[in-house]
């Protein structure tokens, strides 16, 4: 099992620029999530998905655009990048709710200029 | 909706006990959990209790629950200088977790 991957590692853009960056789960978990990470504020729920074809939105969803076409995959595409987009981005998937472990990708830390 | 709390820093030395506390708002968060972020990764379950407990011990952990005062804390015995790394304190909503600020725990030689 890989977990969860995702890609890239590293990005910078430009303001206005978008882009698209990908989770991927090999569990077969019907929970997913996107979150930002930033200095001194903790982890911040962008969007979430309970399942294929099933999304809402977090604390931040502002900026954002996410789908669940298949179990495994939840991209998070950013539409015009923005400076306050800077942050490093985790995605997250767990079998359920409650006590259902979350298992947090690597990250993608993403600079926008 | 959940709002979590945390002391944001706490340095200790090598083979002392750690305590980290978090405050949550929301008592129908029927699980709370504990993860740790070291540099540069994403994070990874400590521990995790659920609301009826007052306290679980696993191996150097210690998670209290005080359900009253909506208090959880994390204790960790012996600590190493491995245990270094930023603590968060989680509560579970209905489908998503609410995550604190962290806490960066430093342990000096």
């Known amino acids: 099992n890989a977990g969860v991957t995702q890609t890239p590692k590293f990005q910078v853009l430009k303001t206005g620029q978008s882009m698209t960056l990908q989770c991927a789960q090999d569990?077969?978990?019907?929970?997913m999530s996107w979150y930002r990470q930033d200095p001194g504020m903790g982890l911040r729920l962008i969007h979430y998905?309970?399942?294929?074809?099933?999304?809402d939105q977090g604390e931040v969803p502002n900026g954002y655009n996410v789908s669940r076409s298949t179990t495994e995959d939840f991209p998070l595409r950013l539409l015009s990048a923005a400076p306050s987009q800077t942050s490093v981005y985790f995605c997250?998937?767990?079998?359920?709710?409650?006590?259902?472990?979350?298992?947090f990708g690597p990250g993608t830390r993403l600079t926008v200029l | 909706g959940e709002d979590v709390e945390q002391s944001l820093f706490l340095s200790v030395r090598e083979g002392d006990s750690s305590v980290i506390n978090c405050t949550y708002t929301?008592?129908?968060?029927?699980?709370l959990y504990w993860y740790k972020q070291e540099p540069g990764a994403g994070l990874q379950l400590l521990t995790y209790?659920?609301?009826?407990?007052d306290m679980k011990q696993d191996q150097r952990l210690t998670v209290l629950l005080n359900k009253k005062d909506k208090h959880l804390s994390l204790r960790i015995a012996d600590t190493q200088t491995g245990d270094s790394a930023i603590y968060f304190c989680?509560?579970?909503?209905?489908?998503?977790?609410?995550f604190g600020k962290g806490t960066m725990l430093l342990v000096s030689p």
């Open positions: 997250a998937s767990s079998a359920g709710q409650g006590m259902d472990e979350q298992f």
């Open positions: 569990m077969n978990h019907e929970y």
């Open positions: 998905s309970v399942g294929a074809g099933i999304t």
């Open positions: 929301d008592s129908s968060s029927t699980y």
């Open positions: 209790i659920f609301s009826n407990m």
């Open positions: 989680a509560a579970s909503g209905y489908s998503t977790l609410t």
